[in-house]
């Protein structure tokens, strides 16, 4: 039987019964966009995370467009960014307007090496921008230092790090924008796309209410040119239903990690723990040097597997004379040339997960 890299219909299954309910009092109420399901997903969201404000945006790319431009940085700003991210990460700063300046990860970790920071900052530098990336936070302590000496902006990718923790302190609750995508396969996944931003500036929540909604506070009154980029009732309202399911969703994830941890042989590069971090493995990857011959391997043995990511951001045809030369990211090149994502989803069992061990440990 062939074990998929994500089920959405099996993961999304036990809430079913009470998507249907809320779908149907949603459209009875007959309010789709900015209604209290929004308001309400945006209190408890912001609750959730201790934090003063949230503010509900279509997707997560809008999530760190709309917080770049809420604070404002002169036309052409450098923000300085992860070399392995997600592309969304460096389409975000482009679209704001800025420059991003690609930083190597730690091999390791695969996030942001705090140790290479401060050579890439310029007069121009007026941000960092984290990524926590595939559920694990970054090392938060050096960026804060580096942060707060150069008198930067920090703004968070916590695109794949909901529930995830620094030295108990939640992702995007570090810096001045806390972005989130909700897409179904996160781990906090909507029915379709959506997004948020967390914060505890009050300029910051009052741009991004009036941004996403056409530039307007009141209806067909607009202070600004702003953006089409509203969380719409019926998203939040099956997001307010997953958020109550979170801590179990984060701890069987974790449960299937150890699986991982514990009996995956040591051939296979495993992502490092440490007692600092609370991971929440929205992606569970591994690395090796025949990556493409295991990948297909697995296939061959029916497990299903991703490659997060297969082209690094500076081989990316959109970006070529946009990013530095190619030589300039070797660490970057070698995570996207071995990195390999195995089944780790909420919809899969102890005992799939141990069969895929067994057939991974055969190789």
Known sequence: MMIPY????????????????????????????L??????????????????????????????????????????????VPSNTYIATILAILHAGHTPVLVEPNISTYNIDPAKIEEAITIKTKAIMVVHLYGKCCDMDPIIAIQ???????????????????????????GDAGCFSFYPTKNL??????GAVI??????????????????????????????????????????????HLGAI???KRKLASLYHQYLKDDF?????GSEYFDVYHIYNIRHKKRDELKAYLLKNEIVTEIHYPVAPHHQKALQGILDPASRFPVSQEIHDTTLSIPC?????????????EVLNKF
Not at 40 to 65: P, Q
Not at 68 to 78: D, V, W, Y
Not at 203 to 232: C, F, M, Q, W
Not at 269 to 273: E, L, R, S, T, Y
């Open 35 to 80: 209604g209290q399901e929004v308001k309400d997903f945006e209190a408890e969201f912001a609750a959730f995370h201790l934090e003063e404000y949230c503010v509900g945006v279509a997707n997560g790319l809008d999530a760190l467009i709309l917080s770049l431009k809420a604070l404002a940085f002169p036309p052409g700003s450098e923000v300085i």
């Open 199 to 244: 914060c505890a500036n009050p300029d910051i929540a009052a741009y991004l209410k009036k941004t996403r909604n056409y530039g307007s506070e009141v209806k067909y009154h607009n202070d600004i040119v702003g953006y089409n980029s509203r969380l719409d009732e019926v998203q939040a309202a099956f997001l307010r239903i997953k958020l109550g």
């Open 148 to 174: 707060k000496k150069y008198s930067l902006a920090l703004i968070e990718d916590c695109a794949q790090a909901h529930d995830a923790k620094y030295k108990g302190k939640l992702a995007g609750t570090f």
């Open 6 to 33: 994500e089920d959405l219909a099996r993961l999304n299954e036990p809430f079913n019964e009470a998507f249907e309910i809320k779908f149907k009092e949603v459209v009875k109420k007959g309010w789709l966009i």
């Open 345 to 357: 989803s909420f919809c899969h069992t102890e005992d799939e997960i141990l069969h895929v061990i």
């Open 269 to 273: 590069i495993k992502p490092v723990v």
């Open 250 to 252: 984060t701890a069987h």
């Open 189 to 194: 996944g909507a029915l379709g796309d959506a």
